[in-house]
């Protein structure tokens, strides 16, 4: 039986729906940032993002998964503005781009009544994301399920991420969790069942609205077409 159990996030167990290419959504960022006395339009502010975040994933070495953090990114953009940002201020503009571009979020349907489920029946419960630790951790808080995870992996934090092995095993090894007694659930195969096939355990693909269509389809242990969350539970605990 499963006791541990590794959960991809977005798309998995959050539906969101975002915009980061629009030009008013960059101009509205950019007008924030002149709030804070610092003056950019939209165009160039977007060309600057580009630049660094290309800049600093080429420095990511030891992995073909790099990420980076967008915090040292916006941190970058204001020095060259000549303006001195706090920490706390270049964490307040992270956040402020991610509620500009971000069009809808939600838990998808039966997502917290599976987890209270699995933490019910005394469950190790895990995130391992693609994601920026500065979005991730304030919208699981406000979707009311951070406290519900033992421990969230994120790939700006370990500047890499799925499906690199070596991420994988950063959960497994620091927790001690026993290969045969650890599940991945994730709605990717080109991330989530490839990066577990890789390192051993078993995986449970789960097909959502936000599923790649096109990714090369990956031998994964259990599969859910229909996109139910209640029927990870039949699955994984009931039928074990």
Same mark, same amino acid.
Request: cysteine-free; overall charge neutral; aromatic content about 12%.
């Given at each position: 039986?499963? /006791?541990?159990? #590794? ?23 950019? %007008? ?84 209270? $489920? ?8 895990? #995130?391992?994301?693609?994601? /920026? ?32 092995? =070596? ?13 045969? $007694? ?16 890789? %390192? ?14 096109? =990714? ?8 859910? %077409? ?12 009931? /039928?074990?």
């Amino acid at each position: 039986m499963y /006791q541990n159990y #590794i959960f991809d996030l977005y798309g998995t167990l959050i539906d969101i729906k975002t915009d980061e290419s629009s030009e008013s959504v960059w101009e509205k960022i950019a %007008v924030f940032m002149g709030y804070q006395g610092t003056y950019i339009n939209g165009k160039e502010l977007k060309q600057s993002y580009d630049k660094y975040v290309k800049k600093y994933l080429s420095r990511v070495k030891n992995t073909d998964n790099p990420d980076i953090d967008i915090t040292d990114v916006f941190y970058k953009i204001y020095k060259d503005l000549d303006t001195k940002a706090s920490p706390k201020l270049v964490q307040y503009t992270v956040k402020a781009f991610r509620a500009i571009t971000t069009e809808h979020i939600s838990l998808y349907p039966g997502v917290m009544e599976m987890l209270q $489920e699995l933490k019910k029946g005394k469950k190790r419960l895990f #995130i391992l994301s693609n994601a /920026q630790r500065a979005f991730l951790q304030a919208e699981m808080k406000m979707l009311g399920i951070k406290n519900l995870f033992d421990e969230i992996y994120v790939s700006s934090d370990k500047g890499m991420g799925k499906p690199d092995p =070596a991420f994988f095993e950063m959960v497994l090894t620091e927790n001690g969790l026993k290969k045969k $007694e650890t599940v991945m659930i994730g709605k990717d195969y080109a991330t989530d069942i490839k990066g577990a096939n890789a %390192v051993g355990i078993d995986s449970l693909y789960i097909h959502t609205n936000l599923s790649d269509k096109k =990714a090369k389809r990956e031998e994964a242990t259990f599969e859910i %077409v229909d996109g139910f969350h209640e029927d990870i539970i039949k699955l994984l605990v009931l /039928q074990q």
